[in-house]
C-alpha cells in the first residue's frame, strides 16, 4: 500500500429550520388579519350610527370624567348631565338624547321656518280661490256660500246651504247642478297644488226620519261628503290628494245657538298642512304632534 493515499473528509451538516419556514410570519399573519376585521367592523358601525350619537361619542372622548364630574352616579342618575338608562332603549324619555342642544334648536328653528312659508303658500292659494270665484259668473252668485279661512289643520273651504239654495236634495246626498259646477272649480284648482284634503260632511240637528238606529244624520253625512270626493275627482283632482272623507253629522255646529239653521249644512274641504297630515297618518289628533319641536327630522322640502 502505498504511503501517498489521501484521506477522506466527511463532512456532516446539520439541517436546522429556516426563519422562512418556521411559524412566527403566521402569528404575525394573523394578527393583521385581526386588525384589518377590527378596522372594518368600526368603520360599518361609524357608518351605521346617526349624527348625533358620533358627536356624543367624540364628545365622550374628549371628556371622559363628565360623568363623574356632574356629581352624578351613572347615565341613569337623574342628577347626571347625561341622563339615560332604564329597560327600554327605545323610549326617549330617561334616555341619551340624540343630538346636541344646538342641533334640535336648528331643527326647531328649521321647522317653524317651513311652517311659516307654508301658511304663506296656503294664503295665496285663498286669495286665488277668491280670484277664482270673483272672476267667475256662475261661482260669483254662490260667493255668501263659498266660506274660506286659515285654521291649524290648513286652508279650510266651507259649502254651506242657504235657505232657498241647498248643495243637495232633501235628506239625499244627490248634488245640485249648481253643486256640482263648485265643486268641479274647486277640485281644478286643488289639484295643481302640493297638499292633501281632507274632506267632512255636516248636517243641521233635524232628525233623519230612519231616525237614530236607521240611516241617519251620520249616514247621510259621510255620504254626502263622498259625494262631494267624487264630483272634485270629476273636477280634475287627483284621487289621491283625498287623505280623508268623514261624516260629522251635527257633532260640528257652523251656528251652536240655531242647530236648525240651514248654514249647518255644509261639507267642509281641508287643504292640509303637513302638520295635520302627519297627524291623520300616525292616527293621532293634531294637538299630539306638539312635541314634534324634540324629533330630529325637519320636513324634506320647502312648501311652493
Given amino acids: 500500500m502505498s504511503n501517498n493515499t489521501t484521506p477522506i473528509v466527511v463532512k456532516r451538516i446539520k439541517k436546522g429550520g429556516a426563519a422562512g419556514h418556521g411559524g ?9 388579519v385581526t386588525a384589518m376585521m377590527a378596522f372594518f367592523l368600526l368603520m360599518w358601525l361609524l357608518g351605521s350610527t346617526a349624527k348625533g350619537d358620533l358627536q356624543g361619542i367624540a364628545e365622550f372622548f374628549q371628556n371622559p370624567l363628565m360623568i363623574a364630574n356632574s356629581g352624578g352616579k351613572g347615565v341613569g342618575d337623574a342628577s347626571s348631565i347625561l341622563q339615560g338608562g332604564g329597560q327600554d332603549l327605545t323610549k326617549s324619555q330617561g334616555q341619551i338624547k340624540r343630538g346636541s342642544a344646538r342641533d334640535r334648536k336648528s331643527l326647531r ?3 317653524r321656518e317651513y311652517e311659516r312659508m307654508e301658511r304663506q303658500s296656503l294664503e295665496k292659494l285663498k286669495k286665488r280661490i277668491e280670484e277664482m270665484i270673483n272672476d267667475s259668473p256662475q261661482l ?7 266660506l274660506l279661512d286659515l285654521t ?8 254651506v246651504d242657504e235657505q232657498n239654495r241647498p248643495m243637495f236634495d232633501l235628506a239625499s246626498d244627490v248634488l ?4 256640482r259646477e263648485i265643486l268641479h272649480e274647486i277640485g281644478n284648482v286643488l289639484n295643481d297644488v302640493p297638499y292633501r284634503l281632507s274632506l267632512a260632511g255636516h248636517t243641521d240637528a233635524a232628525q233623519y226620519a230612519g231616525g237614530a238606529r236607521g240611516f241617519s244624520n251620520w249616514e247621510l253625512s259621510a255620504n254626502r261628503a263622498n259625494a262631494s270626493r267624487r264630483e272634485l275627482v270629476t273636477g280634475g283632482l287627483e284621487d289621491t290628494k283625498v287623505l280623508r272623507v268623514v261624516g260629522l253629522s251635527s257633532s260640528v255646529l257652523f251656528d251652536p245657538n240655531d242647530p236648525l239653521n240651514p248654514v249647518n249644512r255644509r261639507i267642509s274641504i281641508v287643504v292640509l298642512n303637513k302638520r295635520t297630515e302627519m297627524a291623520i ?13 324634540d324629533e330630529e327630522e325637519a320636513p324634506a322640502a320647502s312648501p311652493p
Avoid: C, V
Avoid at 291649524?152 to 259649502?159: A, D, F, H, Y
Avoid at 245640485?176 to 253643486?179: A, D, N, R, W
Fill in 24 to 32: 412566527a410570519w403566521k402569528i404575525a399573519y394573523a394578527d393583521f
Fill in 109 to 111: 328653528e328649521q321647522r
Fill in 140 to 146: 260669483r252668485i254662490f260667493k255668501n256660500q263659498l
Fill in 152 to 159: 291649524s289643520e290648513g286652508l279650510r273651504i266651507q259649502i
Fill in 176 to 179: 245640485k247642478p249648481y253643486t
Fill in 281 to 293: 297618518l300616525q292616527e293621532s289628533g293634531p294637538d299630539t304632534m306638539d312635541d314634534l319641536d
